[in-house]
């Protein structure tokens, strides 16, 4: 009777476990779909219709059309997939602005058909613009509910999580009677497990809500900046229908519309440096970004008495952007040159192993830097991936933290080991896959 009570308790531990799990890898994986989504499919629709704007063109009304239905589409897509309340209601919100949104397009559209002379007036862009901005605030709602819908299904794990831990104290009380060594095994097997993964999500899920406030300040701003630079183009595009080819007021406007255009590159690069691109996953040989960031730096290295090494190692295969790895791995190779004080050494190594990685170990490849520096202290390596967090004077305290959000979107992890006046080693673990050439 004991016995088969006891089977049953562990029996319904693990279902839970399995279920919390589960929960928190979903959780982990789409944090950023909703707002990411969002801002993508938005951007790609006022892109349009800024060039639609400022040159009147049909196709670019055309790819306008294209983009906002498709916004249409993955609005109407998340209805099935929200649960929430709250992020019903926003959704429904959202849905009622994307029809005020488009018809305030067809506005833009009938006055540059009507008036093909004198074209969009700033009147007409300006009301698009502010409906615009209240439909990118109603995304931001959609996402900002969406993270309290998480934040609430942490804190009910965490209640059941509580609950699972006195089942298992009651669960040890009873094994007792037939020896400590099950309980214990439970206990390793079932709980501590769960335990890091808990808070390993609550760690990212806290990191990823900074990166997303950042996403959303990006966007923000960019949105901000973006609209007076459309009006004064439009109004350059506008100004230069009056004068003729080759006088000065024209050359005027050329040199306006083209110092706007900067802006905006510039703009959109602050956006990426914001939220990086998905990945371009690809079968790579983990040493051949090491080789190109060796190339790339050491001679700069060595000008400050830095001597940069990489160890060659077997063919480890991975699948990475190759771009983006060597973005994360200069970052690093950065940082720790930064950390040496008077002349040391930086090496770059590949190897494999078994790691935790996901819900179980399996087989993967760690991409190394260390270095000579003088560490890491333990107030700094409470908050060494937080976004805005530097031990630099002149850092913005974003490169470790987009750096750990690349690593995480290949599907991998990035961890480190450190000591005070003996120096760091960072290490970005991948999956392995077979290697490029199918052995």
Same mark, same amino acid.
Request: proline share 4%; aromatic share 6%; glycine share 6%.
């Given at each position: 009777?004991?016995?088969?009570?006891?089977?049953?308790?562990?029996?319904?531990?693990?279902?839970?476990?399995?279920?919390?799990?589960?929960?928190?890898?979903?959780?982990?994986?789409?944090?950023?779909?909703?707002?990411?989504?969002?801002?993508?499919?938005?951007?790609?629709?006022?892109?349009?219709?800024?060039?639609?704007?400022?040159?009147?063109?049909?196709?670019?009304?055309?790819?306008?059309?294209?983009?906002?239905?498709?916004?249409?589409?993955?609005?109407?897509?998340?209805?099935?997939?929200?649960?929430?309340?709250?992020?019903?209601?926003?959704?429904?919100?959202?849905?009622?602005?994307?029809?005020?949104?488009?018809?305030?397009?067809?506005?833009?559209?009938?006055?540059?058909?009507?008036?093909?002379?004198?074209?969009?007036?700033?009147?007409?862009?300006?009301?698009?613009?502010?409906?615009?901005?209240?439909?990118?605030?109603?995304?931001?709602?959609?996402?900002?509910?969406?993270?309290?819908?998480?934040?609430?299904?942490?804190?009910?794990?965490?209640?059941?999580?509580?609950?699972?831990?006195?089942?298992? %104290? =009651?669960?040890?009380?009873?094994?007792? $009677?037939?020896?400590? +060594?099950? /309980?214990?095994?439970?206990?390793?097997? #079932? &709980?501590?497990?769960?335990?890091?993964?808990?808070?390993?999500?609550?760690?990212?899920?806290?990191?990823?809500?900074?990166?997303?406030?950042?996403?959303?300040?990006?966007?923000?701003?960019?949105?901000?900046?973006?609209?007076?630079?459309?009006?004064?183009?439009?109004?350059?595009?506008?100004?230069?229908?009056?004068?003729?080819?080759?006088?000065?007021?024209?050359?005027?406007?050329?040199?306006?519309?083209?110092?706007?255009?900067?802006?905006?590159?510039?703009?959109?690069?602050?956006?990426?440096?914001?939220?990086?691109?998905?990945?371009?996953?690809?079968?790579?040989?983990?040493?051949?970004?090491?080789?190109?960031?060796?190339?790339?730096?050491?001679?700069?290295?060595?000008?400050?008495?830095?001597? %940069? =090494?990489?160890?060659?190692?077997?063919? $480890?295969?991975?699948? +990475?952007? /190759?771009?983006?790895?060597?973005?994360? #791995? &200069?970052?690093?190779?950065?940082?720790?040159?930064?950390?040496?004080?008077?002349?040391?050494?930086?090496?770059?190594?590949?190897?494999?192993?078994?790691?935790?990685?996901?819900?179980?170990?399996?087989?993967?490849?760690?991409?190394?830097?260390?270095?000579?520096?003088?560490?890491?202290?333990?107030?700094?390596?409470?908050?060494?991936?937080?976004?805005?967090?530097?031990?630099?004077?002149?850092?913005?305290?974003?490169?470790?933290?987009?750096?750990?959000?690349?690593?995480?979107?290949?599907?991998?992890?990035?961890?480190?080991?450190?000591?005070?006046?003996?120096?760091?080693?960072?290490?970005?673990?991948?999956?392995?896959?077979?290697?490029?050439?199918?052995?």
């Amino acid at each position: 009777m004991l016995g088969a009570l006891i089977i049953a308790i562990t029996l319904a531990l693990q279902n839970k476990s399995t279920a919390i799990r589960k929960w928190l890898s979903l959780q982990d994986t789409e944090s950023f779909g909703i707002q990411d989504h969002f801002k993508d499919k938005f951007r790609l629709a006022n892109a349009h219709m800024r060039r639609f704007g400022t040159t009147e063109e049909p196709a670019a009304w055309d790819e306008f059309l294209k983009a906002s239905q498709d916004l249409k589409t993955w609005i109407d897509d998340q209805a099935g997939r929200l649960t929430n309340a709250n992020e019903k209601a926003t959704l429904k919100k959202l849905d009622s602005a994307w029809e005020a949104y488009m018809r305030q397009a067809q506005i833009v559209r009938r006055v540059a058909a009507t008036n093909p002379v004198v074209g969009v007036t700033l009147a007409e862009y300006n009301d698009f613009t502010d409906q615009s901005r209240k439909f990118l605030d109603l995304g931001q709602d959609l996402a900002r509910a969406h993270y309290e819908s998480r934040n609430l299904g942490l804190a009910q794990a965490h209640r059941l999580l509580t609950d699972m831990r006195y089942t298992v %104290l =009651v669960l040890v009380a009873l094994l007792l $009677l037939f020896g400590l +060594a099950l /309980a214990l095994t439970v206990y390793r097997n #079932l &709980i501590a497990p769960l335990r890091v993964r808990l808070a390993q999500s609550e760690q990212l899920a806290h990191r990823n809500e900074k990166l997303a406030s950042l996403g959303l300040l990006a966007a923000g701003v960019a949105h901000e900046i973006r609209n007076p630079l459309t009006a004064i183009k439009t109004a350059a595009f506008s100004q230069q229908k009056r004068f003729p080819q080759g006088s000065p007021q024209r050359a005027d406007g050329e040199i306006i519309e083209h110092e706007v255009s900067r802006l905006e590159r510039i703009v959109n690069e602050f956006l990426h440096f914001a939220r990086p691109a998905r990945p371009n996953l690809t079968p790579i040989l983990a040493d051949e970004p090491l080789r190109e960031v060796e190339i790339l730096l050491a001679p700069q290295l060595a000008q400050s008495n830095i001597q %940069l =090494v990489r160890e060659p190692s077997g063919p $480890l295969a991975i699948r +990475a952007d /190759a771009a983006q790895l060597k973005q994360v #791995l &200069i970052n690093l190779v950065q940082n720790a040159a930064e950390s040496i004080e008077r002349g040391g050494t930086i090496w770059l190594r590949s190897r494999h192993g078994r790691k935790r990685l996901g819900d179980g170990e399996r087989e993967v490849v760690v991409l190394e830097v260390a270095d000579t520096g003088r560490g890491i202290s333990p107030e700094a390596q409470k908050r060494l991936f937080d976004p805005f967090f530097s031990t630099k004077e002149k850092g913005t305290g974003l490169g470790l933290a987009i750096a750990s959000r690349i690593v995480e979107l290949h599907g991998g992890a990035l961890q480190y080991q450190t000591e005070v006046n003996r120096g760091s080693t960072f290490g970005i673990i991948l999956p392995r896959v077979p290697t490029v050439d199918g052995e």
